[in-house]
């Protein structure tokens, strides 16, 4: 499996072997793309009749006008707001219909059925993926969109860029389709419970969710003892999402790329050979290209086939901002020990020669308890601002914050592996103007020492019962506490799906770094703080820094240049 850089390189290429014409990069960009395009129009309009033509046209809109995209980074969310503004588009134009009430419903088309089957979802899984059923269609949408977001497919800016809000709206309206999520969860599971009340309430109904039996439902549930007790733990839905997998396209799936009807001849009849020119020919030759998961016959159809003995040479990818990354351990597994790692950090000579930039902060042997640590240099300070204020808390994939001016920062980490074990992934400092140093470490334990208590096993990262934490593979490992220092500005990015991690960021002190650092925690120091800074120009940089702004900071590689 790619690392989230090389599926970011990855897509570049085949984005621009695809506007110069590339048949086989445009196969593969279809392939890969469909099942994202798919589960958000089929979430968003329930397994309707019309998800065939919206994924259609959503497809042929993006192929016809990928010429006009700039930034192949931007392709996911250009693609997304194209497929939210098609979805728009047909509940505009639809026209309201009475039910046929003779028809069962199970007749109907159902994405949230569909769902349930094909990636067998079970318990409170299920019951996620129906209660959606009740949701009006305004909610659904976002609902696809966060659903995607919170398993890791999609960023916070992307979700509130395709609806066409501000990331502080969206995160309002996500709430409030969060709660009336909740409450249709609990419609879900009163409806599999035997009160006899709520079969004497539901004797009319026709089986099918909507708003009025919604608010009839929910009215009774408040009221009622037997269907409000439950017994089992009720986990939030975000935590529930977390790693389930897109949807499969169903197999005989077929898009259509005509293009509008246009001809090769007349497309390469212009006296310039444009975007669509090059894509039209492409479509009209007398061949067949196949990849992993389509393929692209004359005249310009995709048909979702299975894998053919003959491979195409491009190999297809399945595109996801979250993918573990290739490094991480297949197993769940107590972090390994820095100390035992095969790569030792530089030697002090080494990092003295070494120049600004030089990633020299990569797994290293953790000092031993009781270790004093080097002295820490005092750097000028006229003090840094955030726009997460004073105290910014971010735990969610896409969350952000923006650091500027020159001083000390306090990265603290809080770790959650009860809620998913198993490979992290890192967050990643992005658009640096100026400089960036990780001067120390400190409160008190690295996340991999032991935290006492009862349980021998448990560290910061984890423990035997709950399954630990992993870190990728030379990620240099985190203490609870860890300082920076910023001349200029940057964005720190969370990127882990769900919310299986917190990051809080303080603007801080010189003072306060070294109080830390030599003293630990007021219950006892496991160890004294790690200084990393020698006050040279050749102090540690981040492992994932990078001066870009990658439209996915998922992908700044880990060992980076700046």
Same mark, same amino acid.
């Given at each position: 499996?790619?690392?989230?850089?090389?599926?970011?390189?990855?897509?570049?290429?085949?984005? *621009?072997?695809?506007?110069?014409?590339?048949?086989? =990069?445009?196969?593969?960009?279809?392939?890969? !793309?469909?099942?994202?395009?798919?589960?958000?129009?089929?979430? *968003?309009?329930?397994?309707? =009749?019309?998800?065939?033509?919206?994924?259609?046209?959503?497809?042929?809109?993006?192929?016809?006008?990928?010429?006009?995209?700039?930034?192949?980074?931007?392709?996911?969310?250009?693609?997304?707001?194209?497929?939210?503004?098609?979805?728009?588009?047909?509940?505009?134009?639809?026209?309201?219909?009475?039910?046929?009430?003779?028809?069962?419903?199970?007749?109907?088309?159902?994405?949230?059925?569909?769902?349930?089957?094909?990636?067998?979802?079970?318990?409170?899984?299920?019951?996620?993926?129906?209660?959606?059923? !009740?949701?009006?269609?305004?909610?659904?949408?976002?609902?696809?969109?966060?659903?995607?977001?919170?398993?890791?497919?999609?960023?916070?800016?992307?979700?509130?860029?395709?609806?066409?809000?501000?990331?502080?709206? *969206?995160?309002?309206?996500?709430?409030?389709?969060?709660?009336?999520?909740?409450?249709?969860? &609990?419609?879900?599971?009163?409806?599999?419970?035997?009160?006899?009340?709520?079969?004497?309430?539901?004797?009319?109904?026709?089986?099918?969710?909507?708003?009025?039996?919604?608010?009839?439902?929910?009215?009774?549930?408040?009221?009622?003892?037997?269907?409000?007790?439950?017994?089992?733990?009720?986990?939030?839905?975000?935590?529930?999402?977390?790693?389930?997998?897109?949807?499969?396209?169903?197999?005989?799936?077929?898009?259509?790329?005509?293009?509008?009807?246009?001809?090769?001849?007349?497309?390469?009849?212009?006296?310039?050979?444009?975007?669509?020119?090059?894509?039209?020919?492409?479509?009209?030759?007398?061949?067949?290209?196949?990849?992993?998961?389509?393929?692209? *016959?004359?005249?310009?159809?995709?048909?979702?086939?299975?894998?053919?003995?003959?491979?195409?040479?491009?190999?297809?990818?399945?595109?996801?901002?979250?993918?573990?990354?290739?490094?991480?351990?297949?197993?769940?597994?107590?972090?390994?020990?820095?100390?035992?790692?095969?790569?030792?950090?530089?030697?002090?000579?080494?990092?003295?020669?070494?120049?600004?930039?030089?990633?020299?902060?990569?797994?290293?042997?953790?000092?031993?308890?009781?270790?004093?640590?080097?002295?820490?240099?005092?750097?000028?300070?006229?003090?840094?601002?955030?726009?997460?204020?004073?105290?910014?808390?971010?735990?969610?994939?896409?969350?952000?914050?923006?650091?500027?001016?020159?001083?000390?920062?306090?990265?603290?980490?809080?770790?959650?592996?009860?809620?998913?074990?198993?490979?992290?992934?890192?967050?990643?400092?992005?658009?640096?103007?100026?400089?960036?140093?990780?001067?120390?470490?400190?409160? &008190?334990?690295?996340?991999?020492?032991?935290?006492?208590?009862?349980?021998?096993?448990?560290?910061?990262?984890?423990?035997?019962?709950?399954?630990?934490?992993?870190?990728?593979?030379?990620?240099?490992?985190? !203490?609870?506490?860890?300082?920076?220092?910023?001349?200029?500005?940057?964005?720190?990015?969370?990127?882990?799906?769900?919310?299986?991690?917190?990051?809080?960021?303080?603007?801080?002190?010189?003072?306060?770094?070294?109080?830390?650092?030599?003293?630990?925690?007021?219950?006892?120091?496991?160890?004294?703080?790690?200084?990393?800074?020698?006050?040279?120009?050749?102090?540690?940089?981040?492992?994932?820094?990078?001066?870009?702004?990658?439209?996915?900071?998922?992908?700044?590689?880990?060992?980076?240049?700046?």
């Amino acid at each position: 499996m790619r690392t989230y850089a090389e599926a970011g390189r990855h897509w570049r290429a085949t984005i *621009a072997d695809a506007q110069a014409g590339d048949r086989r =990069a445009l196969d593969e960009l279809v392939a890969g !793309w469909l099942p994202l395009v798919y589960n958000i129009v089929g979430r *968003a309009l329930n397994g309707h =009749a019309d998800v065939d033509d919206v994924v259609q046209e959503t497809m042929l809109r993006a192929v016809g006008n990928l010429g006009s995209l700039r930034d192949p980074d931007s392709f996911r969310s250009w693609l997304v707001a194209i497929a939210m503004r098609q979805i728009r588009d047909r509940a505009r134009r639809r026209t309201p219909q009475r039910l046929d009430e003779n028809v069962p419903p199970g007749e109907a088309a159902d994405f949230a059925e569909l769902a349930v089957l094909r990636l067998q979802l079970e318990g409170q899984r299920r019951e996620v993926a129906e209660a959606a059923r !009740w949701l009006d269609d305004e909610d659904r949408q976002l609902l696809s969109l966060w659903w995607l977001e919170v398993a890791g497919e999609l960023t916070r800016r992307e979700l509130a860029a395709a609806v066409g809000i501000s990331r502080q709206h *969206a995160a309002v309206r996500v709430q409030r389709v969060k709660e009336r999520l909740e409450v249709s969860r &609990g419609i879900v599971r009163a409806l599999d419970g035997a009160c006899p009340d709520l079969r004497d309430l539901t004797a009319r109904w026709n089986g099918r969710p909507d708003s009025v039996w919604r608010k009839r439902l929910a009215r009774h549930i408040r009221g009622c003892g037997y269907c409000g007790d439950t017994r089992e733990s009720v986990v939030p839905a975000e935590r529930l999402l977390v790693g389930i997998a897109l949807v499969p396209v169903p197999a005989g799936f077929t898009i259509s790329l005509a293009l509008g009807g246009k001809t090769a001849a007349a497309a390469t009849g212009t006296a310039s050979v444009g975007w669509s020119a090059k894509v039209l020919t492409a479509l009209t030759k007398p061949a067949v290209a196949v990849t992993a998961g389509a393929t692209l *016959a004359a005249g310009g159809a995709y048909v979702v086939v299975q894998t053919p003995d003959d491979p195409p040479a491009r190999a297809a990818v399945v595109p996801t901002a979250a993918s573990t990354p290739a490094t991480a351990p297949s197993a769940p597994g107590p972090a390994p020990s820095a100390s035992a790692s095969a790569s030792p950090s530089a030697s002090a000579s080494e990092r003295k020669a070494a120049r600004y930039g030089s990633v020299v902060d990569a797994v290293d042997r953790a000092p031993d308890p009781g270790t004093p640590p080097a002295a820490l240099p005092e750097r000028p300070a006229s003090g840094v601002t955030s726009s997460g204020g004073a105290h910014a808390t971010m735990n969610h994939r896409g969350d952000a914050v923006t650091l500027s001016g020159q001083g000390y920062v306090l990265v603290r980490w809080q770790i959650s592996p009860q809620y998913r074990s198993g490979a992290l992934v890192m967050p990643s400092w992005t658009g640096l103007r100026g400089r960036l140093f990780h001067v120390a470490s400190g409160g &008190g334990r690295r996340m991999d020492d032991p935290v006492g208590g009862t349980d021998a096993t448990a560290t910061g990262m984890g423990s035997k019962a709950t399954g630990y934490t992993v870190l990728p593979s030379g990620t240099q490992q985190m !203490w609870q506490n860890e300082y920076f220092y910023l001349t200029g500005s940057v964005t720190l990015t969370v990127n882990e799906r769900g919310a299986d991690y917190g990051l809080n960021v303080f603007p801080t002190t010189w003072d306060a770094v070294e109080r830390d650092v030599t003293s630990g925690p007021a219950q006892g120091a496991g160890r004294y703080g790690l200084v990393r800074d020698t006050g040279e120009d050749d102090t540690p940089v981040p492992q994932y820094v990078t001066r870009e702004t990658p439209a996915d900071p998922a992908t700044v590689p880990q060992a980076s240049r700046v």
